[in-house]
């Protein structure tokens, strides 16, 4: 069973930095898009950025392009998101999800979220 577990969240003040973790486990992920969503309290969940994991190839949303990073570590079997010049509007819970990159319109595998709180 596929299992992916956040890690990495924590209360940082405003203009600092922060890596998120996501270990994922139980699948082949060579082919998938990985993908990392936050919620805000009160909000929608919403996209924050993505890597297809065999090309490496990313997206981002405008709210966080050119402050967050996702990254890879084949090997490991982790996906990492480095937040850097994080702001409040930024806290949320940030989830870690998967698809398949060709064949699956959803993300089928959501991990439980791991909470981000940016202080002013």
């Known amino acids: 069973q596929v299992q992916l577990v956040e890690s990495g969240g924590g209360l940082v003040q405003a203009g600092g930095s922060l890596r998120l973790n996501c270990a994922a486990s139980g699948g082949s992920f060579s082919r998938y898009r990985m993908g990392w969503f936050r919620q805000a309290p009160g909000k929608e969940r919403e996209f924050a950025a993505s890597i297809i994991w065999n090309s490496g190839s990313t997206n981002y949303a405008d709210s966080v392009k050119g402050r967050f990073t996702i990254s890879k570590d084949n090997a490991k079997n982790t996906v990492y998101l480095q937040m850097n010049s994080l702001k409040p509007e930024d806290t949320a819970v940030y989830y870690c999800?998967?698809?398949?990159?060709?064949?699956?319109?959803?993300?089928?595998?959501w991990g439980q979220g791991t909470q981000v709180t940016v202080s002013s």
């Open positions: 999800a998967a698809k398949q990159a060709v064949y699956s319109a959803n993300y089928d595998y």
